[in-house]
């Protein structure tokens, strides 16, 4: 039986990881699954060029973000012309796509000469680790696979030695920085891992220098013509924006809480923004233990290089990508986000790659690999009732609302997922908490009057509309929805009424101009029809 396992050692990890995953298959799309996936124009008419020239949302309609994803959103408008809003083809494909992203660590960890018994538990620990889910059971989460994927495959032709391989890996290697940022770690990783390979840090150095090249032509790029939008614009004038020293002293309390849900992953959670203290000092005995724990590990690694080199080597490489890995979520750099779990989706392999080589290398290896083992199954057991909470978004938004009750957008989420399933009155109850918490962005208003569309209720609808125009006059979204319930209901009369007040509020946006076209072209005004789509088509008076 061992024997077999060895043998056919690829198919157990894509097995183990796609049965795993079985119960994502089932599962609802959630959270920013609109604004990526399903009501993005862009991926429902395959807008190829968009995806390369703007942010990945633009195509909600013309939302703004920082998120550049063009090999995202080809899958998923490759999957759209296939299945269209149907959820199963796409979490279909993500599970499969992590399945493939361990098959390829593992051969990365095998070339670099990783021990098979290491390299096999540290990539199982990897694909079953219930923190995954944010990345696999998450439709929108799949950039976090496709970049650690693609990097993957560059470290393993960069490993080969002919010409074309180079070339290869220079292709996968780019392909990984236009999936997702954090792939610069591959400046770390690739001379790292010839290094733990060659044992020669002068060629690791200077076969490295391509690819410096590539991802400084990226970088300038990324800040100049495709930075879409400043991260300060989402977090305003807060102290966590205005100083990187809060946002590092933050991180290094919040390193200890990713230690702890890698080893002990209770309690996960997808808003944790709000639930993340923000450390507003640098002199605190966080950083004192932020500290400790880093000389403690290079302690660690230098004691292991002396005592059994290729151990040591392995834990150097380790320490090494999971430094750079996390690095990038340090706040030395201002994110969209301050702590999500899957920021851990690559470091975990380099966290239970130093896990996995220590105990082997501290206790009997039968013993280590039947706890090691025992370990897994209660981490299968966590990852599958982590899903059952995905599957749904009623149970998602409501699990997520435990934790971060004043959640605007999660409490926006539960609402929407209220109404889909039609229950009406419970999402128009929890539109009216948001709005008690003040401060409200018009789509919570806009999506207040849709579900008053829905109980045909057209006298509240029309009130909350307007709030919402009122609230952000450029809001489109309800100028449109506002003419549309009034042509579908047949109301010239009330409409006529309307339409002056949306005529003053649209001015200078060509969308709600639009819409106040149409409008006038129903009640049988077709002066001010003319008038209006020639303004909202730019045509001069």
């Known amino acids: 039986m061992r024997a077999w396992i060895r043998d056919h050692t690829l198919l157990c990890i894509f097995v183990i990881a796609f049965v795993v995953y079985i119960p994502s298959l089932f599962g609802k799309f959630v959270w920013d699954d609109e604004d990526f996936v399903y009501a993005n124009t862009y991926v429902q008419q395959f807008q190829i060029s968009k995806f390369f020239t703007e942010n990945a949302i633009s195509g909600r309609g013309g939302k703004q973000s920082n998120y550049y994803r063009p090999i995202q959103e080809i899958t998923y408008a490759l999957e759209y012309k296939l299945v269209g809003q149907s959820p199963f083809l ?12 361990g098959i390829i660590l ?33 439709i929108s989460g799949r950039s976090d696979m496709l970049y650690v994927l693609f990097l993957g495959l560059s470290v393993l032709f960069f490993l080969k030695k002919k010409t074309k391989d180079m070339w290869l890996s220079m292709v996968f290697f780019t392909l990984a920085l236009i999936s997702k940022e954090t792939a610069l770690v591959g400046i770390v990783l690739l001379p790292a891992s010839l290094w733990l390979q060659t044992k020669n840090i002068l060629i690791s150095i200077k ?17 100049t013509i495709l930075e879409f939008q400043s991260s300060s614009i989402v977090w305003g004038n807060t102290t966590y924006a205005t100083s990187v020293v809060v946002r590092v002293s933050t991180f290094f309390r919040s390193y200890f809480t990713y230690i702890r849900l890698m080893l002990f992953p209770y309690g996960l959670h997808m808003e944790r923004d709000l639930t993340t203290p923000i450390v507003q000092s640098f002199f605190t005995w966080w950083t004192v233990f932020f500290l400790l724990f880093q000389m403690a590990v290079v302690f660690c690694c230098v004691r292991l290089f002396r005592v059994k080199e290729h151990v ?35 470091a975990l392999l380099f966290f239970f790659l130093l896990f996995v080589s220590g105990l082997l290398f501290v206790f009997p290896k039968r013993t280590t690999i039947v706890l090691l083992s025992l370990y897994m199954c209660i981490l299968v057991i966590v990852n599958v009732q982590r899903q059952l909470v995905w599957t749904s978004p009623i149970r998602f938004y409501s699990q997520t609302l435990s934790y971060a009750p004043s959640s605007i957008r999660i409490r926006n989420g539960l609402a929407m ?25 018009p789509n919570i208003y806009h999506n207040l009057a849709n579900a008053y569309v829905s109980k045909q209720n057209y006298v509240q609808a029309e009130r909350y509309y307007v709030k919402a125009i009122e609230t952000q006059k450029s809001f489109h979204f309800s100028y449109q929805a506002l003419v549309d319930m009034y ?54 008076q």
């Open 106 to 138: 593992y051969l990365v960890l095998l070339e670099v000469g990783v021990p098979y018994i290491v390299a096999l538990f540290t990539v199982l620990f990897f694909v079953i680790h219930p923190i995954q889910t944010e990345a696999v059971s998450y």
């Open 487 to 540: 042509i579908r209901t047949n109301n010239r009369k009330r409409l006529t009424i309307v339409l002056p007040k949306l005529e003053k509020m649209g001015e200078g946006n060509q969308t709600a101009l639009y819409a106040v076209a149409r409008g006038y072209e129903f009640v049988g005004n077709k002066e001010k029809a003319r008038i209006y789509y020639e303004l909202c088509c730019g045509v001069q």
């Open 207 to 223: 076969k490295i220098i391509p690819y410096v090249l590539i991802a400084s032509m990226y970088l300038i790029f990324r800040f």
């Open 417 to 441: 997922a209220y109404a889909d399933v039609h229950e009406i009155d419970r999402a128009i109850a929890e539109y009216k908490k948001i709005i008690t918490f003040g401060d409200v962005v």
């Open 90 to 101: 796409y979490h279909l494909d993500n599970n499969i796509l992590h399945a493939s992203v």
């Open 312 to 346: 040591g080597r392995i834990w150097i490489l380790g320490y090494l990508i999971f430094s750079a890995c996390m690095a990038f979520y340090s706040g030395i750099i201002l994110l969209n986000g301050i702590f999500y779990e899957h920021y851990l989706y690559f």
